[in-house]
């Protein structure tokens, strides 16, 4: 089973508009993290936003915010007031504690959002 | 937040030949990893090189294919040898801040890797 689903492939948006990038994970560790980072066409990857498994409030960073429903093992990212210089591909990942690779990422395939003027 | 530069930015390779990629971090982090993006995929993690001690590699990856260096603790290489155009891809360092399980992992800008 894949560790981080992002079942949306292309998400269209309009300028200044608010955009959610779905999330879902799967794990058995209690203590993991999850990421959300930007890749751009220049091919960095932007880190965005991080949530811990224990933290108690959703993770906020300027116009994102990472939507953490634990129960529901998702950690959807919204993206408030949309901006044509967002639009790039966005990957979820999730680190877990345990195991062999600690500190190992562990990516969903991504999300291409398209911001429309 | 960490600065990892990362050179070469893209190079075009011939088959079978060897490719270093540098990875320099400007601050001094414990360990570092590397990943390789093939082309409309996800990243994978290839290996972990922390200072002083032999890489760890992920399955489906090896030493001889791509070795890796990490001589202190702000720089490390990764060599893609004998490469093919299945090696096409971008290889990306990455770093983690700090030592506890809730500190962020940041990345170089990428190495694009053509092989022709």
């Known amino acids: ?117 | 937040s960490a600065v990892i530069s990362q050179k070469p930015s893209r190079d075009i390779c011939q088959r079978g030949t060897s490719l270093t990629i540098q990875c320099q971090v400007d601050s001094q982090v414990t360990m570092m990893f590397w990943y390789r993006q093939q082309p409309g995929q996800s990243l994978t993690l290839i290996a972990t090189a922390n200072q002083g001690s032999e890489a760890t590699y992920e399955s489906g990856f090896v030493i001889d294919k791509f070795p890796i260096s990490r001589p202190n603790l702000t720089f490390s290489t990764l060599t893609v040898s004998n490469m093919s155009p299945e090696d096409s891809s971008i290889y990306l360092c990455s770093v983690e801040q700090g030592v506890s399980s809730g500190n962020t992992i940041y990345f170089g800008e990428g190495s694009w890797l053509t092989v022709v």
């Open chain 1, 1 to 117: 089973a894949q560790k981080i689903t992002q079942t949306q492939p292309g998400m269209f948006v309009q300028e200044k508009e608010a955009v959610t990038l779905d999330c879902t994970y799967d794990t058995s560790d209690p203590s993991y993290g999850l990421f959300w980072y930007k890749q751009p066409s220049s091919g960095e990857m932007i880190f965005l936003i991080y949530q811990g498994s224990y933290d108690q409030q959703n993770a906020t960073e300027g116009r994102y915010s990472l939507n953490f429903q634990k129960a529901r093992k998702s950690a959807n990212l919204v993206i408030s007031a949309s901006q044509l210089g967002d639009s790039a591909m966005y990957f979820c990942a999730m680190r877990e504690a345990s195991g062999g690779s600690n500190y190992k990422l562990t990516f969903g395939k991504g999300t291409l959002l398209t911001v429309n003027p």
